[in-house]
């Protein structure tokens, strides 16, 4: 280490985090990209070490469109969510669950600290039920979730960094998809969790003009919302539910630059877009 | 219940198990026919409910080797095992973990109990090698576990049913197919497990005249392995790997049967193979 | 076990009573006939292993009776109740402590988990005062139980089967007869419990015509109660204690009949009587 | 308190036997005198309060022969120990367990620590077999102790004054009338006590000329015991055993005398003797 | 021992004082005379022997006076509180926590118990704030106890004898001196403790002709605080402070009688003053 | 944080050192200096805040000689040792504990994790003896540490950070001078500390041309020992010690240096001079 300096200047923040529950959307060119999918490992595995409990939750869309093409099966996108029929489902759970999250696991394993993977299913962690669209539209198997048990996850989170793919299942055990960002906002609400990331392949949120909105408090966003739409939307909507619940401060950030969450993190101004009561 | 009588029958056994744990090695028609499979997932939660500590060990090779024709990929197979590229074991590891493990999981939470399902990845629980055939051939990224870490198993066992999918990775994170039968004694052996039951679509481990034997002892079993080969060969090895390290008794027994784990477990006699150290 | 499927019907009993206290006032022909009480030991040692928390209430009035005539002591009843001066009641802890109370714990002891009797005394288990009859007329050294101080029951009860004779002390240390039924609702109340069963000589409570009243509930028995004497009152009362201390339901059934317990709580319809908020 | 010098001088002792287990073999004049009965409650709940763990082991001989006597019974002895059938085994249990223990029980109970009373059925405290006399002759079911079971005493030590009445039972559930010495020491042994102190109506071990002998070690006592006869050889022979169990030293006191216990224990020289290494 | 009669009178409040916590402000002759504080020491170490919780409050007036005048600072006292500048209380803190502390930490340590000595900075026990005088007068770093944080003190108290310099920094790490009656009485409140007992060097409280008031109540006192000057006037209003935070008595008594804290404790009069709700 | 880089590079370090525990002798300039002392207690908390568990020990020598001069004592020294009559150790004792041992407590306090003090006589934490010198000199009362009782300090680490002056008595509670340094190797071979580091006022161990011996193993060490003297020769010795007693390695730094405990922990080659088995 050259610096000891910036170890200290860290000491604020992992004293501000000691004890407390992150959760981190992941997603985008931070997965995609093969360094820094490697550093973000780390990036975590740092933020365990120093006493923090970081929790991932992540998609996988890109994925799980490359194998439904090689299968020679319809893509179809409606207001931004995949029409899922089951055999959809099944494809994206496979992706999601037995590839996406055990790439993630196996790379924190690497990085030092244990990792367990989990999706909806295990120890009955969400309860889904078919979204209906305001537009009558039918979508299929895309579900919202109904219900977070987080025992499963304080479980493994005594001893593990739980990694968390968004699948789920309904009461009659019958599978959807479900927004990563949606369910990310979930788990941050139920587990009371302190601070809540996303991980985005722009800047954070932007306003008309294309600037980046360095701080917004849950009323500005609540009026705003209505003019937001395309991939944006849903993780504003996450960040309005998780801030309702009581999370302290959702982020958005741009998980292209390296180090983005620890970035955020650990400087007084950050990087993306906080979303809190006081800036 | 029309006959308590039947209930108290099953109390030296219930008393015999109580918090012993019960590795089953799953597979077979009892994964594939949609009735057993829900029937096999009351049993176990049944035996939950009355004591005992069972854990799930699965594989899936129809749904792999369906995946892989729909893919066009080229599916072959050398001394029984299935010759391996990166993209097999990402298919297969797709499967196993984001299906079929999950298809368990929901299965076994609806019967009321929730479960867990885990890999070899989770929490580091498997360190797999690269296995090296005796006649030389390359069957590609196919491996032996050498580490079983219980620790995230135990952990999980508390609360949970485990259920685990047999794919692991070695210490670089480059994953492998893992024999199942292979992966559930390994797990028995390390978890000190009481007993081993693998379900097969046969009576049980059968002469040459193809009469069911019984009862073996571990002497008699390495005595015979020679002579056989096929799919009994690995999970005999698996029984004789799991009672060689003190695992009491293994099971062979034929999972076509309804509840054929507990008429093995709560009957006198059994329905299969035993092979142990007394009858 | 000839038929495993009647060990799955119990599924949802075992499940619904999972980590419950059921207490059971034992008595009657159950307790008296040599192979009922041989077959109840081993019931109550199946409640406890699919993992429900029995606890046994008992009296013994026969034996009493029978030693205090070898004895030459004068057998009196008024309203029910024994008359008891202090040499009577001496009789009659112990012949409940010393004998009968000993007896049930060694066939439950026999039967494969260790039970551990006490009367009111141990612990401060039972604080008792002279119950004062309507009639003015004076019965001596009948207690009603004032309080119940359960530490000792749950200390108890974490690893072994408590075993209650129904006798205590007041506050200066003079002992009491008490009524088994009344000590048993009492317990029931004091614990919490799921549900009580009283084990009797009849089928259960019987209407005017000598039918059987499957289910009653607290409100019809209340109105009812006027017009009952004789051997089922007290049971009635101790029934409308607990239910009235929301122990789920109270249920009266014939201990003649072999496995009354088990079939009262493992089958749909019971056996006998049924006193609850919902049938 | 007029003098809390002597409370000083007692720190010595209470730290001495701070959380230590001493057991008390009860008998004799101080369990049948009204005061001293009185005196001995409130001298054990003393040893609770400063630390201690006493445990109490009685007998009751005058009590049972009372009660044989009233209903007709032979009264037999052989070799100082009561000829037993199983009617007398009934009655001896019947009076041990439900009367004397009980009354001790509450005594103590009203001194101000609460007592759960034990014999040797419960929790399967002991495990005993018929004791064969080395003349041939049979005395019936008089046993010996093989096995000392310590779970149910250590689980009730926690909270309560174990308080044990010394009958048991064999593997098969007959009961046995067991020497209440001999209980006391095996009790002693087998909870790894620090002190043993038998209550009689002697001042102590006596020498020929009726001296009272101070200290002996265990070589003086095995060498002296063959010329001891009567009530003192089951004592010797207990202090003996529990010596050589480890036991640091076996006390043999005036039970007459007021407060024996405590002169015994608080004072340098006692009050009896005492056996152990050094004196 | 000669006179087990004595133990047995302490026994009532042995039994009353169980597991309570007992906080005494120590000083004075009990302090200074080599007798007095041998004695002091024993009898703290036996309270805690008999169950209790003692936590002892001390300053040291006389040895800082004494090194104030070797060094040649000027000693000085305003309204009976030393004017103290910083070279004054860096003097009193290595005195109170370097010299007195350890002197009674080892004396306690000898008696047989072993203890930890603790002043206001550690575990951040005291926070305390400049005092100002309704006169104006400045008196320098004189604090008042502004919070009490007992984290470090139950800590502690679980296996040691805490031992407390009354001295105690304000949020920037100023040191301060603290009365160490108001000390003690800030600690009895914070603890929720069950009495304080303050040694003095006369009888107790004394009315107006100099006779000893055995009891008042909080009432009282208040009433007649104006009228009290000297040193007896913080005892009292820490009294005060104490019983209006629910501690249950506080005592002043004359520490240069031998063992006042036992006498006062133990005996039904006590010795000198109790403040209490009723006597 | 201008550069989390920085923060990364210290994550194998973090890692290395996470529950263990590392004993830091504190002295010198790093002790003295006002900007290091105020870095030196944020260094030590961040150590706590990564997972480690710091124990400080300090002495403080030149603040005893300045007190003992303003008081008119005479300061000697012999061999490096302080001659110490009884008034010397006093004064030295209420200097270290009373003074600058609350310093140190109420910086790492502010720093943001609380802190405790103690020296050699709380919960007996150092039992010291007399030391002889080789040329038969009498320095009086300077003491080697014969036992260390660590369940003080493991109680107390739990939620604190212990800070040790190097202070004890013998067994008659007679205090003693005891050298820092090796009261700092004691507490590290005494708990099995990770790692041991002394802050001295030089680069390191230097060679006789005054070059810094990056390196030594203990041998070297050994067969370097008989040509060194001076205030180095302690320091060696306590590095020796703990050595020997399994500590994995003992550092000297030079504490003239920012943040030279992070720098030798944190780096690869470190800054001073490492005595281990391996480089």
Chains 1, 2, 3, 4, 5, 6 share one sequence.
């Not at 985090?17 to 995609?32: D, E, P, S």
């Not at 020679?72 to 995949?82: I, N, P, Q, S």
């Not at 089951?86 to 759970?93: I, M, N, R």
Request: proline share 3%; with cysteine; net charge negative.
């Amino acid at each position: 280490m050259r610096d000891v300096q910036t170890l200290l200047e860290a000491l604020p923040y992992i004293r501000e985090f000691h004890r407390r529950t992150v959760v981190i959307k992941y997603g985008g060119a931070a997965m995609n990209d093969p360094v820094l999918r490697e550093e973000f490992a780390r990036d975590i595995v740092l933020l365990k070490y120093v006493g923090m409990n970081p929790v991932i939750v992540h998609g996988g869309g890109p994925a799980i469109t490359n194998y439904m093409e090689r299968l020679g099966m319809e893509v179809k996108f409606v207001e931004g969510l995949r029409v899922s029929d089951a055999e959809t489902v099944e494809l994206a759970k496979m992706v999601l669950v037995g590839k996406e999250n055990k790439d993630i696991v196996l790379r924190i394993n690497r990085a030092g600290q244990p990792a367990v993977g989990l999706c909806g299913d295990d120890g009955l962690l969400f309860t889904v039920s078919k979204r209906e669209l305001q537009s009558g539209a039918d979508i299929g198997l895309v579900g919202d979730i109904e219900n977070v048990r987080v025992d499963v996850l304080n479980h493994i989170a005594e001893d593990y960094i739980p990694v968390i793919a968004s699948v789920g299942a309904d009461a009659d055990g019958r599978s959807y998809n479900v927004n990563a960002d949606a369910a990310a906002g979930a788990v941050a609400a139920a587990l009371g969790a302190y601070k809540i990331v996303f991980l985005t392949d722009v800047d954070g949120w932007l306003d008309n003009r294309g600037e980046l909105i360095s701080f917004a408090d849950p009323d500005d966003l609540r009026a705003a919302l209505a003019d937001v739409s395309g991939g944006m939307r849903p993780k504003l909507e996450a960040c309005l539910a998780a801030v309702d619940a009581n999370v302290t401060s959702a982020h958005i950030v741009d998980g292209r630059k390296p180090h983005s969450v620890l970035l955020e993190l650990f400087t007084d101004g950050g990087i993306g877009t906080k979303i809190g009561r006081t800036s």
